[in-house]
């Protein structure tokens, strides 16, 4: 099967997404790495040997996304005080820390790829040939942003964070369905349980029946990412980190490496679990049938002979 048999699939470089495919794991590195390119690295190091699909970036013009009046702002960091717009060049990666990155996943098997914020970050990443783009919760609202990575022809995976209906309706028509995956997500950090909404799931896929969805989870704990699977999210996101207690605003809604390590393992176990929905007498129940059941039944029977 393929994209173009299905339309709820999507092809991210040589993996297919969606219904029926293993549900597609990403570590959201973002700016987690604080700006140090062996952090960075290291960050990977911890998404292969937890088993994720991809890691994620974050692509920035900081005079084009840091408003012009927050500039000269100075803040205290743990490299100094200095201005909001030195900062924001402090975490930043150009090309030779991305090139870097592109080399050292492509060595270790695994996907990258960012969230560019502004047009020109856009075309910043065209040099590098990536499985997809993503369009931060942020960035939902951007039109111009949103028609420039349209144009790219890559699969775009869509946050929904802090958004209406009404605006997430106005950016998949602006994206176009076809190569689009929507992401749930609630934009607090960390988000509280009662805001996670795990049931808009259930009303993305209802609402956009040709389109894959997944979750893009900002909650401490690995339950109700896993729990988002269990309601049908094909595309899992979720921030990772070397250290929680880190300088950083998203440390805290980052797993660490040991969690990571089990986010994975039960994800993939309730993908086994979720079975296809089809009721069916399994060769290891024929033992307990036989001991257990005193009537074995018409259908019983031609089930365990067609099983045995």
């Known amino acids: 099967m393929t994209a173009d048999l299905n339309p709820r699939l999507r092809r991210l470089g ?69 201005t909001y717009l030195d900062y924001r060049h402090r975490v930043e990666f150009g090309e030779a820390e991305y090139r870097a990155i592109d080399s050292y996943a492509r060595d270790k098997g ?9 047009v020109e970050s856009v075309d ?17 609202t951007d039109d111009q942003l ?25 950016a998949v028509e602006v994206l176009g369905s076809r190569n689009t995956v929507l992401l749930h997500a609630t934009s607090t950090y960390p988000a509280p349980p009662e805001e996670l909404n795990l049931r808009m799931i259930d009303t993305l896929m209802a609402d956009y029946p040709n389109v894959p969805i997944g979750y893009s989870g900002h ?4 339950q109700t990412t896993v729990a988002a699977v269990a309601r049908g999210a094909v595309m899992v996101e979720r921030h990772i980190t070397l250290d929680r207690a880190m300088w950083g605003s998203d440390q805290a809604a980052s797993v660490e490496p040991s969690g990571l390590v089990r986010l994975v393992r039960d994800i993939r176990v309730i993908e086994q679990a979720l079975g296809d929905g089809v009721k069916q007498v399994y060769p290891g129940e024929l033992a307990a049938m036989r001991k257990l059941r005193r009537v074995a039944g018409v259908v019983a029977e031609a089930q365990a002979g067609a099983v045995a």
């Open 146 to 170: 949103l028609r420039a990575l349209r144009a790219t022809g890559r699969t775009i995976v869509l946050s929904t964070g802090m958004s209406t209906p009404e605006q997430i309706r106005h």
């Open 14 to 82: 040589d993996r297919l997404v969606g219904p029926g495919q293993p549900v597609y794991l990403i570590g959201e590195i973002g700016i987690n790495h604080n700006g140090d390119l062996d952090n960075a690295l290291k960050l990977i190091d911890s998404a292969v040997e937890a088993g994720l699909d991809a890691v994620k970036f974050q692509k920035r013009t900081p005079e084009v996304c840091t408003p012009r009046d927050q500039w000269d702002i100075e803040r205290d960091t743990p490299w100094g005080r200095m």
């Open 219 to 222: 909650e401490t704990g690995l």
């Open 110 to 118: 695994i996907h990258w790829f960012a969230s560019p914020w502004d």
């Open 124 to 140: 910043f990443l065209s040099q590098f040939d990536l499985p997809a783009h993503k369009v931060a919760s942020a960035s939902l």
